[in-house]
């Protein structure tokens, strides 16, 4: 397939000299594209790239190279729509065919909280999101190809574009070896069991009903882990979502089963998900743990104080919130979780930031009432959560957008890796209990590093 069969649209494109960026959009349906070729061409771009792909595969994104960023150390919902209007106005798009399915999207999110960062989380500011140079929608088999207006030659950039999606096609699957261990170890174990026994003592059913705390394990290599070996791994677990996104020195991972919220033109789909119970892969014992999950008492409850935290904080927007009376069992290869959709017809153009403000964090991450889970976590929990558990998506010019909560998560560095994992404390739960589930929880990243596989 040729690109340069656009070339009379494009040159009877009228450059907008008040731009600053021009983004044409092209279908790439000519070409043989994935992530693997893709990450491995650009591997020069390390630490401005990412992958988002939705669990339905609504989104299956690839960004290469970060051209301008909206960057902020404060969250503050009317500031970000006005950078985002900002940036997009200063964007002439040009799509060369009719009826393209993509849209110009920027990735990125903010961080669970505001507490202070130690370093490892210092390349990623408080909000961040992305306009790439390059933008591959896998899913509809278009790009987006954005760059300076005033760098672009008009006459020969076809020719360039065509050349190099010419040449990633033609990239050959290279090898890559599974990275070797040199440590795994949890860290402060009996330290989370004691703050999880505080945390039980202190909450009730009324004021303070549930905090979700979180702990770590750190793993460390021989030598830094491949990136083409950690996107093959991703493929590996299905119905769940991937987050594999660069930022300067550091590479965040997450395989999260759990939407924050999408918007497709009014509709705003969200769900509650909280309530746990291990997958074994045994089909008979299987069975037990979905039953048990269905009647518990403690997870039910859990689970309901959740569904209820949503469709209030929903309510604002909305006349009506829709779900389900009762959970059902989200199944995921490790691990079953208990699960309500909700969905609901947004009333008047609310921003996406608002809406992003009011929902996160949910109880699912957090806990109820949520600022005081949230004061209890950034005060009491060791370290800091960073993008652990915190809201991370795609974005368009309009209100269209998907955000996932970045839990199934781990944060690498060099030759080491930290990975995340909490679980919903109420008042009877017991710490070695939580602790084991918190283990169940670790599994999807360390199925990712090819250390634990099934
Ligand atoms: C906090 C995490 O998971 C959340 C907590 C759950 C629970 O307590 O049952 C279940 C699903 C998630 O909403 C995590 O995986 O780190």
Redesign the pocket.
Known sequence: MNLEAYQNILDDVRLDSESTYLSLQLPTHGYDLDEQKIFSYFHESQGARYWFRSKDDRYNTIGIEYLESIRRDKYSAKALSVQKSSLYGKIQQVPLEADMQSSLSLFGGTRFDSKDTSDEWNDFAMVDFHLPKWQFDLANKELFYSVRLETVDIASVLTEISRELENISAVTKSTFEAPQINMEKDIFPEEWKALVDQAVDILDDRDFRKV?L?RQRLLTFKSQVDPLFLLKRLNDEADTYTIYYEKGKSLFISKSP?KLFDIRSNTLTTNA????SERTGEAAKDEGQKAFLLKDEK?RY?HELVRESIVEDLKPYTDRVEFTAEPDVLENKYIY?LHTPISAELTDETSVFELLDAIHPTP??GGMPKDRAREYIMQEEHGTRGLY?APIGIIHEDNESEFV?A??SMLLHANSATL?????IVKGSSSEKEFE?TRV?FTPMLNVLGVETR
């Not at 998900?273 to 746990?276: D, K």
């Not at 995340?420 to 919903?424: K, L, R, S, V, Y």
């Open positions: 979700v979180a759990e998900i909280a309530g746990s997870n859990e979780h699912a991450v558990a909560v839990i199934r995340f994992a909490g679980c919903g589930e929880k």
